[in-house]
Each structure stands twice: as structure tokens, then as C-alpha cells.
């Protein structure tokens, strides 16, 4: 009995035994397999209130200032915001209409903007491009891509896409093949291809990321890490988006190493800021949209006609010798459009930009100059065409000297906190996204 009642023990032990190690190993197991909700206490949000723009207001483009949030925070904040269910149509198609020196420019702004703001990557570049160009037809926006794109570049902070003014230009240089694929693009956007996910959105960022503006704009669509949102109200409506955009594109000096139709420039801009002292010295100055002194009769020194209507430009140079006759020291200035041609000095701006021929002679110099406007006529030698937005003197330009480009090195910090590291908009990972506004 006692035997049996020991035997009985020993059993009643073992089955406790094997039982608690059952429960040690799948204990664990299900608390892997099914883990507990850990809820995260999120950093309070605190955005200005959001405010619709009425009609007859132009918004205002505020400058880009972040929540201090972390990005998870972030991220759980933005998963809170709502897409829009108001329709979301596609932009119309863009193709620009101004000249191949200026489409050069163009392409090349369109370029930089995409690649250090995308990566280089396709689809984010074409989302990226299609902001600009929504940007472009937009009233708050200015009228150039390269205007749109370099906004705010002079200034540290506020600039609206940050590789514009942090000095990104200089830190990295994108691969040949890199800068080949977003000049692609950018042709193609600029030549009426149409990104349709973004609609009209005019404002974008990372989704690691709050910006202030977030709160007064509609959040539309996402692609990959990157948020897209247009204004609310009827500033966000196609019918919003109808300003005429300007064909004659700025040269953007930060461009030069990158782009050759902007190093050529460039050098240009800085021959006539040169020469236009040079002008001053030999008794009269240059025009510019800064002139302040009050317009004067044109002297007997100085011609300003309006060119017959098929006059060509190996003429020109006839009519400034005839109408200059034998004085030692003669201005003539002509323009192919009569109602833009000056009557009196100084020039107006637009007078100044419309100027077809220059020519100038300054026999105590031993100095004769002629120049021509290449949008009207076409010259073989570059060196015959003026810079007409710079200065009205007939001058010669030196050659452009293009500094040695500087070594590239790991981008850091384009449009993003350096505290982030999430991942970037584009699969490429040695070039971070960008999260402009």
C-alpha cells in the first residue's frame, strides 16, 4: 500500500513538473506571437487655426517652419490628418513657349529642383516637377520656373525649396547619369507631360515631418514617404491656376557648375555689370530697372527709331552709320516693335528688354560697337548679341571663366531636420529627399 500510494506521488509530480515547463515554454510564446497594444503618448500638435482664402485675397506663400515634433510623432500625426474627398483633377498640360535659350534655363532649374529635392528618382521627380509647374500658373508664385524653383535663395531660411539657400548646391554633385535622368523629366514636364496624382497641389513635405501652413490646405494624395496638399477653398480650383507664365527665364549663378545655359549667363551677367562702368566712364550709364533719374529729351548724340516693318539684320548697320553721319560720338538704338520703341532716356525696363539693335561709336576711344538683339535677329557669332535686360551700351563679351567644380560629397540636410532618418522619397540611398514646402 504504501509502495503504491509512493508510486502514486511520484506520478502526481512528474505531470507538474512537465506541466509548469509546458507553461514556461508556451507561456513566452504566446506573448511573442500576440503582443500587448503599447499605446504612445503622443507630443500634443498645436497648428494656427486653418483659414480658406476668399476669392479676392491672393493667398499668402508663408515660409517653411516645422512642429518641433520627432518623427514618429510626426508620422502619427499626419496618419490623423484626412485625405480630401473633393475631386481631385489633373493639371492641365504645360508646354513652354519662350526661346531655346531660355527653355535651356528652364530644363536645367526644372532639373536641380526635382533631383535634390526627389532624388533621383522617376516618380518622385515627376510629382516634384508638376508642384512647380501648378506653382507657375499659380498668382501667389512667381512667373518663371527657375523663379519658382530658387525662390527665396537669397535668404538663409524661408527659401521654398531648401537646396536653394543651405548650401546643398556646393555640398553634392549628382552623378552624370543622375542629372541626364532629371533633365529627362524635367523636358518632358516642361513639353505638356502631366503627373495626375498630384492634381493641383501646390505644397508638399515628408511625412516625418509637420509644417505650420499644413493646417489652412488640403491634403490630397501621397507618394511614397511625401505628402501632397493644395490650398482650400477656391484658390485649390482649376480655375485658380490660369496666369500666363513669363517666357524669358533668369540666369541662376548657383547653377553654373551644374548647368552650361546658366554658366554662359552667368559670365554674361557678370561682363555687363563690368562693362556698364566702363559706360559710365565714357559719359553715359546704364539702364536698369533701378535708374532713378528722371527722363530727359534725347540729345543730339543719341538716335531712337522703330525699324520698317522685314527690315533684316545685316541692314542694321547701314541705317546706325547713315542716321550717325560724321559725329564723332553717336548712340542708336532701334526696336522692330514700334510701341515699345523709346521716345525719350532713360529707358524703361520694358523698353530696354523690347531694344532690337545697339550701336555705338566713340571715335576719341577709337570704339565702334554693334550688337544685336538674337530673339529678333539671328546671328551666327554669339558675340554680336546683346544682353538686353542688363544694360542698353553697345559692348563686347569677354569669355566666360568657369571656375573648377567643387568635390562631391555625401548630401546631409536637404529640406529635412538632421536629426531625421527616415527614409527618402526615392530609391537611390546615398541622395536623401527633400521636404519643401
Known sequence: MTAELSARGTNVLRATLVGISALAIVGPALVVANPPTIVHASKRVKLPAGRVVPQAEVPEVEPVKFVDLSPEDARAFNATVPFSTDPNPAARPFRFAGGPEDLARATDCMAAGILYE?????????????????????PAFPKTVCGVVFEGQDRSTGCQFSFSCDGALKRWHPTGDAWRRAREVAAASLSG??????GYATHYHTDWVVPYWQSSLDKITAVNTHLFF?????????????RHPETVEPVIAQLAELSDAHKTGAALAEADAALAEASIAMGFGPVTETTAAPAAPVDGDTILVALPRGQTSDGLIALAAQACGDKPFCRYMAWTDGSKAATSLPLAPAQTAALGFSYLRDRSSNYEKSLWN????????????MKVQATLTAVPVPAAVVPAGPVAVELNGVRRKTVVAAPPLQTTPSTPAATPK
Not at 193 to 198: E, G, R, S, Y
Open 374 to 385: 538674337c530673339r529678333q535677329f539671328k546671328r551666327a557669332d554669339p558675340a554680336q548679341c
Open 118 to 138: 526627389a532624388g533621383d528618382d522617376t516618380l518622385g521627380e515627376r510629382a516634384v516637377a508638376q508642384v512647380v509647374l501648378n506653382r507657375l500658373h499659380h
Open 193 to 198: 507631360a502631366v503627373f495626375k496624382q498630384v
Open 230 to 242: 493644395r490650398w482650400s477653398g477656391w484658390w485649390g480650383t482649376p480655375p485658380a491656376f490660369g
